[in-house]
């Protein structure tokens, strides 16, 4: 059994290689990132990376799902998945109110400041996909349509399944749109950074744009019964 000393060694070197990881898809994406720089950057030669993780894929898993772990702790320190049991139990105001702390824990997360990595390594992803990209989907991004979704039927329980991803589709992509686009956005909303002021307001905007539009299709659908 090796020594606690060697244990702990073990164990920075491999936050080190980690750390190096992350900030280097995030920069580069799978495709553009070579192991020999992620050794250089965290100061350890190329095996002491194959050791700790395996190939360049195994360890750009270990990053994506070390972040999809910190997004998941935000939600659940937020009080913002409750699922579709308890949605059920809580009043309509209410569940519109706690759609927009979830938004706005989500804007938190992406813009910052600091802006998260996790966003970054998702954008990537999105315009250079590797073959991670299933594991992705199934992972963090089918659960989260998921979550949303919740909202989405307690709010409008008559929309067909279709129609419900096509709502949690555009909550979703208003949000991601201030990230993707971050350098663009900041300019032409005349700010430096997205305060976390200005990102509860940014929450709050999209949470009654997109209620106002699932009620919309809801009454919608009902005239055209």
Not at 10 to 35: N, Q, S, V
Not at 124 to 145: K, T
Not at 150 to 162: G, H, K, Q, S, Y
Not at 171 to 187: C, D, G
Request: hydrophobic share 50%; net charge positive; charged share 25%.
């Amino acid at each position: 059994m090796a020594s606690p000393a060697l244990q702990h060694d073990d164990a920075a070197t491999k936050a080190r290689i980690l750390r190096a990881a992350t900030a280097l898809f995030a920069e580069r994406g799978f495709h553009g990132t070579k192991i020999r720089d992620i050794a250089e950057r965290a100061g350890v030669n190329v095996a002491a990376g194959h050791y700790h993780f395996g190939s360049k894929r195994d360890l750009y898993l270990e990053v994506l799902r070390a972040t999809f772990a910190e997004v998941r702790a935000a939600l659940d320190r937020g009080g913002v998945s409750p699922g579709a049991a308890a949605l059920a139990r809580l009043s309509e105001a209410r569940v519109e109110a706690l759609l927009e702390k979830r938004i706005a824990v989500m804007l938190e997360n992406l813009l910052g400041p600091p802006p998260s990595l996790h966003g970054a390594l998702m954008q990537r992803e999105m315009v250079d996909p590797s073959d991670a990209l299933p594991i992705v989907v199934a992972e963090f991004i089918e659960p989260m349509v998921d979550e949303a979704a919740a909202f989405v039927r307690r709010l409008a329980p008559e929309l067909d399944d279709e129609t419900v991803r096509w709502c949690v589709t555009s909550i979703m992509s208003q949000a991601i749109f201030y990230r993707f686009t971050m350098p663009a956005s900041l300019r032409l909303l005349r700010l430096r950074a997205f305060s976390p002021a200005y990102t509860r307001r940014l929450a709050a905007h999209i949470a009654a744009f997109s209620v106002a539009g699932i009620d919309r299709i809801r009454r919608r659908r009902r005239r055209a019964r």
